[in-house]
């Protein structure tokens, strides 16, 4: 070590006293840097460096900390830093303020990823519609069906969801980024967002149709993304932030009835008892939670684990004895 350097830990326990102070310092900044080093260039990953380079130089990880300040919060203009802030909160000390972030970048890469692969699939999408007599382009980005009336579809996204995942059958099974797309990834495609289309009964932004379709066939998986075992003391633990914040974030969506069913969604039997109602209500209850259940966890590459950490949040597996 370099005369003068910190170490890890004493970067980080140095980055929560800054943070605590409300003035987030050289030590915040260089926690940063090593974590996004470390997120980036870990060799089990496979992140593309930002346009403009060709690794994952310093200047690079720099780039990206600092798009993640630049990112645009919709639900709360003006604190693009909040991610940031709720990593410290969430610490207990300096090694879990260094997995909050590392799952944070890692989380922002996947997003970024993810939104790369979407204007793909908009740019297909368009090229594969424009060649079909079914589908008809509406001013505003839009698309719908050639033989319904022109209206602007603005309806729920979990009703378009739905209707995609209603489509049996249909799996994409190859994926090229360039060249002509292969007849059963066109015919799949095309299938469900003629569905998707259907039950809107309108038009559909191309931005929307891109992200049902995506979900649908769960377009998410290029680049890899892997845990940090191999430059973590604790690797697990990462993972299990990251199934837990997804848990705590699916448990405070729920009503207190629905989190009284949680546990008990494999045993339409005791639906009723639990929910103190009528059989038929108590089925649709369970039925919407299962389906909300599916599409909220479909991203997820951990949905098994993270629906297990709703289940013991929700009071666990009982023995009915």
């Known amino acids: 070590m370099a005369s003068g350097e910190l170490d890890t830990g004493t970067i980080s326990e140095a980055a929560l006293r800054e943070?605590?102070?409300?003035?987030?310092?050289?030590?915040?900044?260089?926690?940063?840097?090593?974590?996004?080093?470390?997120c980036t260039r870990s060799a089990r990953t496979n992140f593309p460096p930002p346009e403009g380079y060709t690794y994952w130089s310093d200047d690079a990880v720099d780039h990206?900390?600092?798009?993640?300040?630049?990112?645009?919060?919709?639900?709360?203009?003006?604190?693009?830093?909040?991610?940031?802030?709720?990593?410290?909160?969430?610490?207990?000390?300096?090694?879990?303020?260094?997995?909050?972030?590392?799952?944070?970048?890692?989380?922002?890469?996947?997003?970024?990823?993810?939104?790369?692969?979407?204007?793909?699939?908009?740019?297909?999408?368009?090229?594969?519609?424009?060649?079909?007599?079914?589908?008809?382009?509406?001013?505003?980005?839009?698309?719908?069906?050639?033989?319904?009336?022109?209206?602007?579809?603005?309806?729920d996204l979990t009703?378009?969801?739905?209707?995609?995942?209603?489509?049996?059958?249909?799996?994409?099974?190859?994926?090229?980024h360039a060249g002509k797309t292969p007849r059963e990834t066109r015919e799949a495609l095309l299938t469900v967002a003629e569905a998707i289309l259907t039950s809107a009964r309108g038009a559909v932004r191309a931005e929307d149709l891109a992200r049902v379709l995506q979900q649908r066939f769960r377009m998410l998986n290029e680049p890899s993304f892997v845990s940090f075992d191999d430059q973590l003391d604790q690797p697990d633990e990462v993972a299990a932030v990251d199934v837990d914040v997804r848990a705590r974030e699916l448990f405070a969506l729920l009503s207190p009835e629905e989190r009284r069913l949680v546990p008990l969604l494999g045993e339409r039997s005791r639906w009723k008892e639990a929910l103190g109602t009528g059989?038929?209500?108590?089925?649709?209850?369970?039925?919407?939670?299962?389906?909300?259940?599916?599409?909220?966890?479909?991203?997820?590459?951990d949905h098994d684990r993270v629906v297990l950490a709703l289940v013991e949040l929700c009071g666990g597996l009982d023995d009915p004895g």
């Not at 990823?113 to 908009?122: F, H, I, S």
């Not at 009703?159 to 090229?176: C, K, S």
């Open 19 to 38: 943070l605590h102070e409300g003035q987030p310092g050289p030590a915040t900044i260089a926690l940063l840097q090593q974590m996004g080093r470390q």
């Open 279 to 301: 059989r038929a209500r108590a089925g649709v209850m369970g039925d919407a939670l299962i389906e909300l259940l599916r599409l909220a966890t479909v991203d997820d590459a």
């Open 64 to 155: 990206l900390l600092a798009d993640m300040f630049d990112r645009e919060d919709h639900e709360n203009p003006g604190q693009e830093h909040k991610w940031l802030l709720n990593c410290y909160l969430r610490a207990t000390d300096g090694a879990s303020l260094e997995r909050l972030l590392l799952t944070t970048i890692e989380n922002f890469l996947k997003d970024q990823a993810k939104g790369t692969l979407r204007g793909q699939l908009r740019r297909r999408l368009q090229t594969l519609f424009e060649a079909d007599d079914r589908f008809e382009p509406v001013e505003g980005d839009r698309w719908s069906l050639a033989d319904e009336p022109v209206r602007i579809w603005q309806g």
């Open 159 to 176: 009703e378009l969801e739905r209707a995609a995942l209603d489509v049996r059958g249909v799996e994409i099974t190859r994926w090229n």
